[in-house]
């Protein structure tokens, strides 16, 4: 099932001291999703953001869904936490959950939409048992925990292999891609059949947003 692109910048690369009037220029320059990195300094060798600054962005008046990346470890509270502050995704990884299948309905439950994420190194068989809980797989092209790094190219065949999973398994599941992306490689990573892309500096480093996600935009549909 062939699903319409989705531009999810992450706002690890945003300006923090003006992180509200940040996403609101986002989502006016054609941004779909806003994309939260969140890392605890134990499951990834960094310290980022926590539920509050997703209930902030809530009650500033952000209406586009919140997509939520759990770098943590364990998930459990941090689910229900970022469900509670108005988050509409959230996925994590399977090396942090003790019972991923739990994990997944847990976030069912609490309203949001449940994915999976896979480290360059993690297999797709973490997938084979739990496609019908899933609504988004997000596969990592770089290592995580740090913003700024450059695309692994094997993960290219990773995506195909994913897309191939995905489309056999008959649910509508979001292939989403976190890493390096930018506007020479998006092209390449959404003809290796990936629909949901994050992208970080490359979106936020430019003076003009409107005009980088135009142009991401008119790349991925190149292949679409």
């Known amino acids: 099932m062939k699903l319409h692109p989705i531009i999810a910048p992450s706002i690890l690369s945003a300006n923090f001291a003006k992180l509200g009037e940040e996403v609101d220029s986002v989502i006016a320059g054609g941004a779909d999703w806003i994309h939260f990195d969140v890392m605890d300094n134990h499951y990834v060798p960094n310290l980022t953001i926590g539920p509050m600054v997703c209930a902030a962005l809530k009650t500033h008046g952000v209406t586009s869904p919140i997509d939520v990346h759990l770098m943590v470890k364990p998930v459990d509270r941090l689910i229900n936490e970022f469900a509670a502050a108005g988050a509409d995704i959230i996925t994590f990884h399977p090396e942090a959950s003790e019972h991923i299948h739990r994990n997944l309905q847990q976030i069912r439950d609490a309203g949001c939409k449940a994915g999976l994420v896979l480290n360059p190194a993690t297999p797709l068989t973490h997938l084979t048992h739990v496609m ?59 003809n290796a059949g990936a629909d949901t ?8 480093s430019q003076p003009d947003y409107m005009e980088i996600i135009e142009k991401l935009r008119a790349a991925i549909n190149k292949h679409n």
């Open 197 to 204: 892309f994050v992208a970080g500096s490359a979106i936020f």
């Open 132 to 190: 019908d809980k899933l609504d988004v797989v997000l596969l990592m092209s770089v290592n995580p925990g740090f913003g700024g790094q450059s695309f692994i190219r094997n993960t290219l065949d990773k995506i195909t292999d994913l897309r191939e999973l995905i489309d056999n398994s008959e649910h509508e599941i979001r292939l989403e891609v976190d890493g390096g992306v930018k506007l020479e490689n998006i092209a390449e990573i959404a």
